[in-house]
């Protein structure tokens, strides 16, 4: 909006020339997301507080989460609040890719919320099933899919598949593109969802996923980087970066109030819509593959329990101590804060073996 508002300024006013630079109104979103977050936190607590929103924590995790009981919860709105509005604020509204973007983000976290707000009514942890979870995130995701498929006619996108390592490899997905875009949406959405089991552990993860996809998603958008990485090009998605700065604004601002011990949790509301939009964002840029190695976390969270619940039902045997891997850990003995730190640790580095590949092609 403030581009729209200020840069046909730019002759009486030359400071707003700097609204025409995806840089500038990036380094501004993140700025915007972590001030909203800041002012809005403690707003946000008190209130989630005065209607008794706390988080109810299931009985076979680990004993020390006990206590954590009576810490509000669903504070994912405020991520969603400062990430909508700094967005807003700042990305070119003439895009047609942020406005499937910022729908795919808010259908997760509407499905997310409704999940909250039944645990909460019925004061245990139990929301939404799974299978009307998992349906209603199926038809957001539909959605969004079936968007990106029909924008081919635009010749600014197409189905084909980008594959790490092989530059010469980009098959054509056809009509196969849409379950495949639902896989990943779905996928990435339930993977950050997993790993949102200790304090400052999901979004501190998220935040590192969305600065490397902010870079990979200006490069996508600019014609002579992605020629110069050997990456698709498609053409209006460097005003996306600024989604994804926006976002990392919004991560730092939570992190501020869920950092060990969390005054709030995001809840569903939070962790399902974070994981959609990174996933969204991925497909919008052709860097869906990419994501299994900047997400490894979210990978290796997600995978122990498909493990954990493979091996109990074919074996009656459990692989780790308890599953997601992150309690696996904690239950051996780590620290909370020990296991978090090590966990970005681990982010960190594959988001920087992600960003690797494109040069090792």
Known sequence: MLYHLLYPLHELVPAFRLFRYITFRGALAILIALLISLALGPVLIRFLQRLNLRQYIREEGPAAHQAKGGTPTMGGILILAALSISALLCIRWDSPLFWVLLFSTLAFGAIGFADDFLKMRRRQNLG??????????????????????????????????TVPFFKELHPDLGLLFIPFAVLVIVGASNAVNLTDGLDGLA????????????????????????????????????ELSIFAAALVGASLGFLWYNAHPAQVFMGDVGSLALGAGIGTLALMIKQELLLVIVGGLFVMEAASVIIQVASYKSRGKRVFRCAPIHHHFEMGGWKETQVVIRFWILAILFALMGLATLKIR
């Open 128 to 161: 939404l099933t799974s299978k009307q979870k998992f349906m209603l995130q199926v038809i957001a995701a539909l959605a969004v899919a079936w968007f990106l498929y029909d924008y081919r006619q635009t010749g600014r996108f197409d189905s084909t598949l």
């Open 203 to 238: 979004i501190g993860s998220t935040l590192i996923a969305a600065a490397t996809y902010a870079v990979l998603t200006y490069a996508a958008g600019n014609a002579k980087i992605a020629d110069y990485l050997d990456i698709p090009f498609v053409k209006d998605t460097g």
